[in-house]
């Protein structure tokens, strides 16, 4: 597939906004529909139709299997991560108040924003290493 | 709802139900994987009608994007079309008939939509609706719920997908031993 002229052309045009729309909705998940979860599944996307028009092996190389299975595993530790701090603090686990304890709203924001950053890196490299553990093994 | 509103519901309640029956008389799995794309999608516009568009993105992008792609790519690695069945259709018309009515008469139960007295609608008092304002001052009330109020289930769930992942990392990936990697690296190489 990797000789179709038309498919590589819109498929590098697209990227880009793929990427970024995940980016926007991982983001502005507080504010509009969205979250980590869905941004997660957006991002994989791209790199699945990365990996669909030229092939799993430029997506290794861009996203090298070793890295990805170490950010499955970051995603759950930065939630976790945001629970344990806010017990050192003195709050109760994922307590997000206790992040900054003069403003508690603020606290909320940030440990809104930290969660669903968690839960975007977890869900996309899930997504992005069943996808190429899938169709890497065809060929072996 | 105004007439509308109840009017695309049926029609994308019909399309449903008409890409169902679609897929199931189907043998071709290619076409039945795309045909559940479109089932999910339809299913995203509906969540989209009931007011719900966290739920329908989290539709189109899971149901209709990332699953339709792992079939697809499980289909590669099998057949692509499904085998005759040997057996009468007939018990499995008995079963469905069965566990549909079951369910059926489950809904009988449950409150209307939009039902004000339902306890959905009045517990907890005060709502998330109104402690999101004071309490956390994000527009989005899902992202609130979920993230804040229910955040161990949240984190469940994230956990949940953690594992997932790593069991098909393991199914699938732990039989190659580690002397086939040089081997692989090849094959990269060449595409």
């Given at each position: ?28 998940g ?13 991002f ?9 028009v030229?092939?799993?092996g ?6 090298p299997p ?6 499955v595993?970051?995603?759950?530790l ?22 900054t304890?003069g ?26 290493s ?9 060929r072996? | 709802?105004?007439?509308?509103i ?13 890409t169902a ?19 999910s ?17 989290t539709?189109?992008s ?5 699953s339709?792609i ?22 499995g ?5 069965v ?18 007295a ?54 699938l ?8 990697e040089?081997?692989?690296?090849r ?5």
């Open positions: 597939m990797t000789r179709q002229t038309i498919l590589r052309v819109i498929t590098k045009l697209m990227l880009p906004y793929i990427l970024l729309f995940a980016l926007y909705v991982q983001f502005h507080d504010f509009g529909p969205g979250g980590g979860f869905q941004a997660g599944v957006i994989a996307a791209g790199f699945v139709l990365y990996a669909l030229f092939g799993l430029a997506v290794r190389r861009v996203a070793r890295v990805i299975e170490v950010l595993a970051t995603g759950l930065i939630y976790a991560g945001t629970g344990v701090v806010t017990m050192l603090r003195g709050g109760a686990f994922l307590e997000y108040g206790m992040l304890p403003h508690p709203i603020h606290g909320q924001h940030y440990g809104l924003m930290l969660i669903e950053f968690g839960v975007g890196i977890t869900v996309s490299s899930v997504m992005i069943i996808f190429s553990t899938f169709a890497g093994r065809g072996a | 709802m105004s007439f509308e109840q009017l695309a519901t049926v029609l994308i309640l019909a399309l449903l139900a008409a029956i679609a897929v199931v008389r189907m043998r071709d799995l290619w076409a039945a994987a795309m045909l559940m794309g479109i089932y999608f339809l299913g995203a516009s509906w969540m989209m009608l009931l007011d719900a568009p966290d739920v329908a993105f539709e189109a899971v149901g209709a994007g990332i339709t792992l079939v697809l790519a499980a289909l590669a690695l099998t057949t692509t079309r499904a085998k005759e069945p040997v057996h009468s259709p007939l018990l018309l008995l079963v469905v008939c566990t549909g009515g079951a369910l059926l008469y489950g809904t009988l139960d449950m409150p209307h939509f939009g039902d004000g339902s306890p959905a609608n009045s517990y907890p008092q005060p709502s998330y609706v109104e402690r999101t304002e004071k309490e956390i001052e994000v527009p989005n009330v899902v992202t609130a719920v979920l993230g804040s109020y229910r955040g161990y289930d949240t984190l469940g769930e994230t956990s949940v997908i953690f594992t997932a992942g790593i069991s098909v990392l393991l199914l990936r732990g039989t190659r031993s580690r002397r086939d040089p081997e692989e690296s094959e990269e190489e060449r595409t």
